[in-house]
């Protein structure tokens, strides 16, 4: 889609950890949370892709943090990501648009096109249950954003009433699980409709559960269903995107925060880690 960033050599390269491979990849895709739970600006923006781009891939808004940037203005932050082979992805906020309507919508996906996005979030899990969009609903919006020219990635998540921050230890009556069939049987709608990659949103599975409590019977049903290529996983908390990396793998696709890009990284290619870094490794300096 862009021009690929030349991989620069590095004075530490002669240790043995693992190497990015080139971007455009098409597994192990990393996407960051833009400008949301922090101001995200456009020189911190640029700082962060200069020195950290070769390993991030994508872009996330959230919220529709970027309806209240100018045009002007969102068009630089996107220039700057493609700059650095790095897709932008609006993040949900379809939902919220419509409440306006199907007209809406679609001057919605047009505008995203007009701006420059590459990727249209399209999700539903913050709708209250009686407002829920059907499966239908949401497969014809994956259908025309394909059309458009951008690639749809629907989100799925196993609870009613999830994202934008809500908890799950604030919310537990309020919050309504749904069946695994039914959750599985989405997913492959999206699929079937043409979605490339599908968003998988963290609350009800890791977020704000206790270790012992996390949904892993999910995760594990959608890995043996889709395999990890067609997945992304919400991992905003560094002890569930280590969990990742641990038992899926390095090739997983993970959504994290843009402030745990580093510590990331260290992980995932195996700069740091924990005590497994050293298992059966002789220590000795002669």
């Known amino acids: 889609m862009f021009n690929v960033t030349s991989k620069t050599s590095k004075p530490f390269d002669f240790i043995t950890t693992s190497k990015p491979s080139p971007k455009p990849r098409k597994n192990g895709i990393i996407e960051v949370r833009g400008p949301y739970y922090s101001a995200v600006t456009l020189d911190y923006l640029k700082g962060l892709l200069d020195d950290w781009g070769e390993y991030i891939d994508g872009l996330k808004f959230a919220g529709g943090s970027f309806s209240l940037l100018s045009e002007a203005r969102l068009t630089e932050y996107i220039k700057i990501c493609h700059n650095h082979d790095v897709f932008v992805d609006t993040g949900g ?69 999830a994202g ?16 695994i069939e039914d959750f599985v049987k989405e997913t492959r709608a ?14 009800g599975i890791t977020e704000d559960l206790p270790q012992e409590k996390w949904r892993v019977d999910v995760i594990q049903r959608l890995l043996k269903e889709f395999g990890y290529e067609k997945l992304m996983f919400e991992s905003s908390d560094p002890p569930v995107f280590k969990w990742y990396l641990k038992n899926v793998g390095r090739d997983v ?34």
């Open 93 to 161: 906020w379809i939902e919220r648009v419509l409440v306006d309507g199907k007209e809406v919508v679609d001057k919605y996906i047009s505008t995203c096109k007009k701006v420059g996005f590459d990727i249209v979030e399209v999700s539903s899990g913050m709708a209250p249950e009686i407002m829920n969009m059907s499966v239908g609903d949401k497969v014809a919006i994956v259908k025309k954003i394909s059309q458009m020219g951008m690639k749809p990635k629907p989100e799925v998540s196993i609870m009613v009433g």
């Open 164 to 179: 934008a921050g809500t908890h799950v230890g604030g919310y537990e009556e309020a919050m309504k699980y749904r069946n």
């Open 190 to 203: 999206y699929l079937d409709a043409g979605a490339e990659l599908i968003m998988v949103e963290s609350e």
């Open 253 to 286: 696709n993970l959504f994290i925060d843009h402030s745990q890009t580093v510590e990331f990284t260290a992980w995932k290619y195996g700069l740091w880690g924990d005590k497994e870094i050293w298992k059966g490794k002789t220590i000795e300096y002669k």
